[in-house]
């Protein structure tokens, strides 16, 4: 997608989001940029994606549901724990993405579908916009910094703690929790613990 194809996208979703939502969009965008300019990602797939990660979440949640019906199993994943807008407008985001804004490419559709909560086996694109979400520049609550410090150098690192804090959040609010955080992370954790350290020389 070249720039002129975003630039109309920024127009398109300015006037159907609230402006906070498109500025947090926006911001989004540019994080998911120099995330993938960072670890090798494709960066006019992160600057799609993470522009319109959000273009489901201020939907009515009796519309988030019917057009989550509408994915079938196959594209929708496991059933959410509960209907929620925070658990359904990423699948649901990238029907809209595909069918109001002509986005074609399968990368951008899974990464604004997985920018949530991640998904098992997530592509280096799906991690790059999932962090960007979390660690925007207006974003702040406790243990964020730690995080984008993190993210300078490891993203597995990054998001495997801002997936933590995710479940921590949830834990400490009593609020239910989808099994799927847990098991993503867990599958982050396995992974990035399988893979040899910079300087180590065991396995040589």
């Known amino acids: 997608m070249d720039d002129e194809a975003l630039r109309q996208l920024r127009t398109r979703l300015q006037m159907s989001i609230p402006h906070p939502r498109y500025a947090h ?40 549901i019917a057009l989550w019906h509408r994915l079938g199993p196959g594209l929708r994943g496991p059933d959410p ?36 909560v991640g998904a098992v086996d997530m592509a ?17 609550f406790p243990g964020v910094d730690s995080i984008r410090n993190l993210a300078q150098h490891d993203l597995d690192a990054a998001l495997i703690c801002a997936l933590g804090a995710t479940i ?22 396995r992974k990035s613990r399988m893979m040899p350290k910079v300087g180590d020389t065991s396995a040589s």
């Open 25 to 64: 969009s926006r911001r989004v965008e540019e994080e998911s940029m120099r995330l993938a300019v960072r670890f090798g990602a494709d960066p006019e797939v992160c600057a799609t994606a993470g522009l319109l990660h959000d273009c489901a979440r201020d939907l009515p949640l009796d519309r988030l």
């Open 81 to 116: 724990v509960m209907f929620s807008s925070a658990l359904l407008h990423g699948p649901v985001g990238a029907l809209i993405a595909r069918e109001e804004y002509a986005v074609r490419d399968s990368r951008v559709l899974d990464a604004i579908s997985r920018h949530r």
């Open 124 to 140: 280096l694109e799906d991690k790059v916009v999932c962090l960007a979400d979390y660690i925007e520049p207006g974003r702040c």
């Open 168 to 189: 921590k959040h949830l834990v400490d609010s009593g609020a239910l929790i989808d099994a799927d955080v847990v098991v993503i992370r867990n599958d982050l954790l």
